[in-house]
């Protein structure tokens, strides 16, 4: 007797061998587990076991931060702003406090704009530090719980659920983008797809049903998708044109099946305009967001990047089956492949070795059809080839590089290895089918009592061994805090030593009070700031003051343990006579006002 799994979140459609026994009384386990949501259960598993695959990030959530103190010092800021601006000036959203004078500047990154409401709570350094922290643990989560639900409405069980849920999210690749919080972010991709196949009654079981149309679901899963674009066009524009090329792909079939039949398939008002209205939101996202970002080029043309890029950045075959090194199980084990990347961060793109063998047993023994199995073999294929990039064919064309020259925006996306995202959720799906297989296989012939009581803990190898490849070694780094003089200098304010990674720090520290700097980093530099730095290298003389006068700085904060090997190294012994200003030491830093 077949069941529906209840909690709707759980967007499971398929019946697990637990849930078809009518012929024994039902256990307490089987009773407490009714008796509460499978979704609840899945999300609190997920929060549970990322706060652990993720530690020691909650060790000390407000003076640490994982991998080191470049990005995520940057993307701390980035949650911040947006919150903050939100609150205060939402029309000075994309003009940030940072690169002083220049505009747009929030856009000179992938914004992670869709975390403005969790930038919100709270203000100040520890609660941007705190916010990033807790964020990192939240996106881990997230992802674990969309690959589950979305296993479970293709027609996974529980057991192929958990097993595609957490191979995905904590895939060992991922270790590599730890400093990374707009590529981790990916949650939303599954969630989206696991919403929107739901919503139009759909599955890798079963296909096409009618009777189970959401078209609640359906809006949901659109609105997902925007607020996943919003966290960066770096994962999200991939996830735009899959779904374009998925609703022509529907279209089509529908087009194919009315024709066929000389009758119109049920499909229904209500989904039609539901999906035409989340359509039009995520659009809306998608295109609002691409205007900034082109005008971005248009008053920085350096910020563009040409294919060199996404050919240096191009993985050789051997890293997709290579481990980061920040990867517990597997790091050291890998060094030596790692020394033939020539960019390991962005070249280590191990899936799990556990996951491709369970992939490939899913291709032969599995509860999808054949012809779904292979559709799915087809994409890791696919999506492998892709993510070559130039290495492929030896110019990556056709390949990686025709779509940089053929889609809009794709020529954006120098770094082809992050289609793993797409391999590894592909792959997921394969496993899931397989663990399925082998649970529901429990539940026939005459050696169903002794397997019923074997196969539990059969089925938690898989599991335990997904998990055991997403232990990391990530380092935590402690921040430093903002020093006294940026409190009292007034604004806008040079931070000195200028440039460098140095300044995702000083743009964290802005998280007090927001304070406009002239400093700041992005995968490019304005016009005007290699100006300031050029002018400003024998601060402080005539020369100096009066060009940050021009501009309007009205303060100097110069951090003497930082100005080693740079041109502002003995900045305290230099002398201010005559020119007009003050300066003043606040706790081993020194503060200028002009």
């Known amino acids: 007797m077949n069941t529906r799994s209840t909690g709707a979140a759980a967007t499971a459609e398929n019946t697990s061998p637990e849930q078809t026994s009518d012929d024994r009384t039902p256990s307490r386990w089987d009773r407490w587990r009714r008796a509460r949501p499978e979704w609840i259960v899945a999300a609190l598993g997920s929060l549970l076991l990322s706060v652990v695959l993720t530690w020691p990030t909650l060790r000390h959530p407000a003076s640490t931060i994982p991998n080191d103190l470049g990005d995520p010092t940057l993307q701390a800021w980035q949650v911040a702003w ?52 807790v964020l990192y643990m939240l996106l881990h989560a997230l992802a674990a719980f969309g690959a589950y639900v979305l296993a479970r409405q293709l027609g996974a069980n529980r057991w192929g659920g958990a097993v595609a849920g957490v191979a995905w999210a904590f895939a060992p690749w991922r270790l590599a983008h730890a400093g990374h919080l707009n590529i981790l972010s990916s949650g939303g991709i599954a969630l989206c797809l696991a919403m929107l196949a739901r919503g139009h009654g759909w599955s890798l079981r079963h296909g096409y049903r009618p009777e189970r149309r959401r078209p609640g679901w359906a809006l949901a899963g659109w609105l997902v998708a925007a607020w996943q674009v919003t966290l960066g066009f770096g994962i999200g524009l991939p996830l735009v044109y899959f779904l374009l090329a998925a609703v022509l792909v529907t279209a089509g079939c529908y087009g194919w099946s009315w024709w066929r039949k000389r009758e119109r398939p049920p499909f229904g008002r209500r989904l039609l305009l539901a999906d035409l209205a989340g359509g039009v939101v995520f659009g809306a996202a998608t295109l609002l967001l691409g205007l900034v970002y082109l005008r971005v080029v248009d008053l ?295």
């Not at 403005?116 to 709570?121: K, W, Y």
């Open 300 to 594: 920085n043309p350096q910020a563009e990047r040409g294919l060199e890029w996404t050919k240096m950045f191009s993985p050789p075959l051997i890293g997709f089956v290579t481990a980061p090194a920040d990867s517990w199980l597997w790091g050291e084990r890998h060094a030596a492949a790692r020394e033939q990347l020539s960019w390991p961060p962005e070249m280590a793109l191990l899936p799990g070795i556990t996951l491709i063998a369970l992939a490939a047993a899913g291709l032969f023994i599995s509860m999808f059809p054949v012809r779904h199995r292979v559709a799915l073999g087809l994409g890791v294929l696919g999506t492998v080839l892709l993510g070559l990039g130039s290495t492929l064919g030896g110019d990556g064309d056709p390949g990686y590089l025709t779509l940089s020259t053929l889609l809009p925006g794709w020529d954006a996306l120098r770094t082809p290895g992050r289609m793993m995202h797409w391999t590894s959720l592909l792959l997921a799906l394969l496993a899931a089918g397989a663990v399925t297989a082998l649970a529901e296989s429990s539940g026939q012939g005459s050696a169903r009592r002794w397997t019923r009581v074997l196969m539990p803990l059969v089925l938690l190898v898989p599991l335990a061994l997904v998990t055991l490849e997403g232990v990391n070694r990530t380092p935590h780094p402690t921040v430093t805090p903002p020093p006294a003089a940026m409190r009292a200098a007034q604004d806008p304010i040079l931070v000195l030593p200028a440039g460098g990674v140095g300044d995702l720090t000083y743009m964290l520290w802005t998280t007090d009070g927001f304070p406009r700097i002239t400093n700041g980093l992005a995968g490019f530099e304005p016009v005007s700031q290699a100006q300031t730095r050029m002018a400003v290298a024998s601060f402080p003389d005539a020369g100096s003051v009066a060009y940050l006068r021009g501009i309007g700085v009205r303060s100097v904060v110069a951090v003497p343990d930082r100005t080693a090997g740079t041109p502002w190294d003995g900045i305290a012994a230099r002398p201010i006579d005559g020119l007009g200003i003050t300066r003043e030491e606040l706790d081993g830093t020194l503060l200028y006002r002009l």
């Open 82 to 133: 947006s919150g903050h601006a939100l609150l205060s000036s939402p029309a000075d959203l994309w003009h940030s406090n940072t690169f002083f004078p220049e505009k747009y500047t929030y856009a000179y990154s992938d914004t992670l704009l869709g975390y403005a409401p969790i930038g919100m709570l709270g203000s100040g350094f520890e609660a941007a530090v705190i916010r990033y922290n």
